[in-house]
C-alpha cells in the first residue's frame, strides 16, 4: 500500500522559510515522478516542483529561484526548501507520486495517482 505522509507545515512571516518533508513508503519503480502541489483557499490546485527517477526537475513560475527540490533514495524522502515565502504561497501542500512518469519539457506532471493529506503553510505579513 502506497503511502504519503507530509510534515513540515506550519506559519512564518514574509521571507522566512520552511522544509516540507514527504515520507513515501510501498512505491517501488524504475521510473516516476514524485512532486509537491498546493491549494490555496478558493483557487485551483497547482503543481509547485516535481522531481523524476532520473533527477529531472521542473518547478512553477512562481516558485523559481526560491524553493528547491530534492529526495532522499535510501530514505524514500522528498522535499521542499522553501525560502523568501510571501503571502501567496499559503496553502495546503500535498505531496504526490505517480508511477511509469517522467518529466518532460519541464513541465510538471499533474494526473498523479498516489496523495498525502497534506501540510498547511501559512505565511503572514
Known amino acids: 500500500q502506497v503511502q504519503l505522509v507530509e510534515s513540515g507545515g506550519g506559519s512564518v512571516q514574509v521571507g522566512g522559510s520552511l522544509r516540507l518533508t514527504c515520507v513515501v513508503t510501498g512505491f517501488s519503480y524504475a521510473t516516476y515522478c514524485l512532486g509537491w502541489f498546493r491549494q490555496a483557499p478558493g483557487k485551483e490546485r497547482e503543481g509547485v516542483a516535481e522531481?523524476?527517477?532520473?533527477?529531472?526537475?521542473a518547478y512553477a513560475d512562481s516558485v523559481k529561484g526560491r524553493f528547491t527540490l530534492s529526495k532522499d533514495n535510501a530514505e524514500n524522502t522528498l522535499y521542499l526548501q522553501m525560502n523568501s515565502l510571501n503571502p501567496e504561497d499559503t496553502a495546503m501542500y500535498y505531496c504526490?507520486?505517480?508511477?511509469?512518469?517522467?518529466?518532460?519539457?519541464?513541465?510538471?506532471?499533474?494526473?498523479?495517482?498516489?496523495w498525502g493529506k497534506g501540510t498547511l503553510v501559512t505565511i503572514s505579513s
Open positions: 504526490a507520486a505517480e508511477p511509469y512518469c517522467s518529466i518532460l519539457g519541464g513541465n510538471i506532471y499533474n494526473e498523479m495517482d498516489y
Open positions: 522531481i523524476d527517477a532520473d533527477g529531472t526537475t
